[in-house]
């Protein structure tokens, strides 16, 4: 350890014949102008070469030196650090015997912060010091630790290294690959998921999960440690949930994924959400609609005012309409201004705000802000609380067309779920020109095949035999293009109510949820989420357990 009296290391590498005065001196100059340290400098300045350097500094601070380039690390002896304590304490563990371990460092000033760490570990812990250059590169091999950077640090943009890179490691490959073989299998998230005795990965492939892929537990430290440094977390907090992203460039496409990171019993499990800026956005045409519910939508979203709601939950698609629909309306005379939480797609001609809560950039002060740039068309991302609801209310009466999303069942529930926020009855009836509820069903790949349902089936899809009979109802069979699953890409099924003076009356005098949907299926011929699944049903496009699954059986009114 250093003391008062240690020797300088200048003197060191003089009496080891390394340096002269003259060498000395241009190394001190060089650190008071770069403001680095001593042994820094001389290696900068190619005076003496780094693993001189470092045995001089292991001497002068009393450690063993270590040549980390001879020999490789066994895998059981990572398994001992998890990657954000290797991160946080920057040890490299080299050799374990009896109670005592033995971890490489870079910095003699490191060695200060074993006794916190034999604590953490229950072990003794001794160090030796090692080259910063080799001592680096295997925290980054075997952990994905980039000690270049604080942890802390953001990457804007996160490069991944191309197949044959000389500095590509083994963390870094199995993490590119992981995303590659996401995006080539369509897979709109991606779940990592530590677990006691392995680390679990799954694709939510067209709305279901696939486990595709089990790793040893040894390797959860290295593999989540990539994940959140790339993703610009803190890879040393693993108690609180973390939210990151990572712009990166994947196959020649450019993706934005979204990561969430979750503390549970075994580590931690992070979720990614796969943003495809190429094929994430849709069209209207590709969406799913019935022809008359298209008419209708198409009607709806070009009204000069009112406010026009989509609900589902999460996953439902609800983005993906709303951007379909402002791709539909965007035109150079047409004013369009969204606030959302956060941006997924950035789309050309159109004014987008995000929401950032820490600094109090909330949707309702979004929402005013935007009223003062004279908007045609306005998006508020979500309507989660009555100062939000009010203003788009507001908004919608003095002239703008507003969309937003709730999160709801079914359309009439959205109706009385603004009014249980507070907002005035007549305020809704009023400014509500439509809701429109969805869901996504998978779509049956090509291999299916026509089949008559039994008696059970056509009973819970409320359907006939004579219907069956007429129309093309097919089955999931599996083959190579969809790996066996019988389904390839997802559709919306829709439940769209426009508001009309039936309506708009029922809500002012308080209807409930119930009143409202049946006023919706007896006057304002509302075709429900099952009912639109039956006609896809019955067209082939889809299958009667899927459409079951996603509605979890509602009853239907054929």
């Known amino acids: 350890m250093a003391t008062s009296g240690r020797q300088r290391l200048g003197d060191l590498l003089a ?59 066994k895998p059981e002896l990572i398994g001992l650090i998890d990657a954000s304590t290797a991160a946080e304490y920057r040890v490299l563990p080299i050799k374990a015997g009896g109670n005592s371990l033995f971890v490489a460092i870079a910095d003699p000033v490191d060695s200060m912060n074993l006794d916190n760490l034999a604590f953490l570990l229950g072990r003794e812990v001794k160090c030796a010091l090692a080259t910063r250059s080799a001592h680096h590169a295997l925290l980054s091999e075997h952990y994905g630790v980039d000690t270049g950077a604080p942890a802390k640090k953001k990457a804007k943009v996160e490069k991944l290294p191309e197949p044959g890179d000389d500095d590509e490691a083994p963390i870094i490959r199995l993490v590119t690959q992981m995303l590659e073989n996401a995006l080539k299998q369509r897979a ?73 990171a979750l503390p549970n019993t075994h580590g931690e499990s992070i979720v990614m959400r796969l943003l495809d800026k190429q094929t994430g956005l849709v069209g209207l045409d590709q969406l799913g609609f019935h022809p008359d519910d298209r008419k209708r939508f198409d009607r709806i979203i070009k009204r ?95 002239g703008h067309l507003v969309f937003s999303t709730l999160h709801t069942n079914d359309a009439p529930s959205a109706i009385t779920r603004l009014v249980d926020m507070g907002v005035k009855p007549f305020l809704v009836a009023s400014s509500v020109q439509a809701v429109m509820a ?17 008696e059970s089936q056509l009973r819970a899809a409320g359907l006939t035999a004579d219907q069956v009979a007429s129309a093309n109802v097919c089955r999931p069979v599996g083959c190579d293009v969809c790996e066996g ?10 439940e769209l109510v426009e508001l009309n003076a039936e309506l708009r009356n029922q809500i002012f005098k308080g209807a409930t949820t119930t009143q409202l949907r049946e006023s919706a299926r007896q006057v304002g011929g509302m075709i429900s989420l099952t009912q639109d699944g039956v006609r896809k049903i019955l067209s082939g496009e889809t299958s009667i357990d899927e459409v079951l699954r996603v509605t979890y059986g509602e009853e239907m009114l054929v």
Do not use: W
């Open 438 to 454: 969805q869901r996504l069903v998978r779509r049956l790949c090509d291999c299916k095949l026509p089949y008559e349902p039994n």
């Open 485 to 494: 699953s019988g389904y390839k890409g997802r559709q919306g099924i829709f």
């Open 15 to 73: 009496r080891d014949g390394l340096i002269d005065d003259a060498g000395i001196e241009r190394a001190l100059r060089y650190q008071v102008e770069h403001k680095v340290r001593f042994g820094e400098a001389v290696i900068a300045l190619e005076l003496v070469d780094e693993t001189r350097v470092t045995q001089a500094l292991a001497r002068q601070a009393g450690l063993p030196f270590v040549d980390l380039t001879k020999g490789r690390i």
């Open 304 to 398: 000069p005012n009112g406010i026009f709601l989509v609900t589902g939950p999460t996953g439902s698609g609800k983005t993906t309409t709303l951007y379909a629909a402002l791709k539909e309306l965007n035109r150079p005379d047409v004013k369009i201004i969204t606030a959302e939480n956060p941006v997924e797609y950035h789309l050309t001609g159109i004014n987008q705000a995000e929401v950032q809560t820490r600094v109090g950039m909330t949707f309702a002060r979004i929402l005013r802000a935007m009223l003062r740039q004279a908007p045609n068309i306005i998006l508020v991302g979500e309507i989660r609380d009555l100062e939000t609801a009010e203003i788009a209310i507001q908004a919608a009466l003095t």
């Open 188 to 260: 709109s998230d991606i779940h990592v998921e530590a677990f006691e005795q392995r680390l679990r990965i799954r694709y939510r492939i067209d709305g279901v999960c696939r486990e595709v892929a089990s790793y040893p537990k040894h390797l959860q430290g290295p593999v989540l440690s990539r994940l959140k440094i790339m993703a610009g977390m803190d890879i040393a907090e693993k108690r609180q949930p973390q939210d990151g992203r990572i712009n990166t460039t994947l196959l020649d496409r450019d993706i934005d994924i979204r990561v969430s």
